[in-house]
């Protein structure tokens, strides 16, 4: 296995919903997906919510995956490619962005947010909407803060190293 598979499997953060809201489909490769996987339809354009249900620890229709999954370019795979980063400073940004997401997860589950949105991707742009309001400034706890701040340093971190912003 090449380095950049040892970084690209175990990582997944375009799979699990961190990276990506969702993948559109093309109208032709409709009929085979959604015998392997459920498809939300609309007006015959097609798509799913991240996070990927065929995602478990590596891609587990990797040869029959979307066209939009096998064009999407990371970022940060791409700075190992070309030799910009070391492949242990890559595995390095990968677990910190997990463990940013983690902690924003935990911080949810206590907080008092009503999100609609069940994927980690669509919540965070949720929460930046929420964060945007000037009047509630004033009514922000120190958790609230935290949560806040880990939202922009997970963002940045897509935004320098993945190349995908989450809002």
Same mark, same amino acid.
């Given at each position: 296995?090449?380095?950049? %598979?040892?970084?690209?499997?175990? /990582? @997944?953060?375009?799979?699990? !919903?961190? #990276?990506?809201?969702?993948? +559109?489909? $093309?109208? &032709?490769?409709?009929?085979?997906?959604?015998?392997?996987?459920?498809?939300?339809?609309?007006?015959?354009?097609?798509?799913?919510?991240?996070?990927?249900?065929?995602?478990?620890?590596?891609?587990?229709?990797? %040869?029959?995956?979307?066209?939009? /999954? @096998?064009?999407?370019?990371? !970022?940060? #795979?791409?700075?190992?490619? +070309?030799? $910009?980063? &070391?492949?242990?400073?890559?595995?390095?940004?990968?677990?910190?962005?997990?463990?940013?997401?983690?902690?924003?997860?935990?911080?949810?589950?206590?907080?008092?947010?009503?999100?609609?949105?069940?994927?980690?991707?669509?919540?965070?742009?949720?929460?930046?909407?929420?964060?945007?309001?000037?009047?509630?400034?004033?009514?922000?706890?120190?958790?609230?803060?935290?949560?806040?701040?880990?939202?922009?340093?997970?963002?940045?971190?897509?935004?320098?190293?993945?190349?995908?912003?989450?809002?």
């Amino acid at each position: 296995m090449s380095d950049l %598979s040892n970084i690209c499997l175990p /990582c @997944g953060i375009c799979c699990d !919903g961190t #990276l990506i809201g969702f993948v +559109e489909l $093309e109208n &032709e490769e409709l009929p085979r997906l959604k015998k392997i996987m459920d498809i939300e339809d609309e007006r015959d354009h097609g798509f799913f919510l991240q996070p990927c249900k065929k995602y478990c620890n590596g891609c587990t229709i990797y %040869s029959e995956r979307p066209k939009q /999954c @096998g064009k999407f370019e990371c !970022g940060l #795979l791409k700075s190992v490619e +070309e030799k $910009e980063l &070391e492949f242990d400073s890559a595995l390095d940004i990968v677990n910190n962005a997990k463990q940013l997401r983690i902690s924003i997860e935990k911080k949810l589950e206590v907080l008092d947010f009503e999100l609609k949105s069940t994927s980690f991707y669509f919540k965070m742009v949720e929460l930046k909407k929420v964060f945007s309001k000037k009047e509630l400034d004033d009514t922000l706890t120190q958790n609230h803060l935290k949560l806040k701040k880990e939202l922009i340093e997970l963002d940045i971190l897509l935004s320098d190293k993945f190349g995908v912003t989450l809002y």
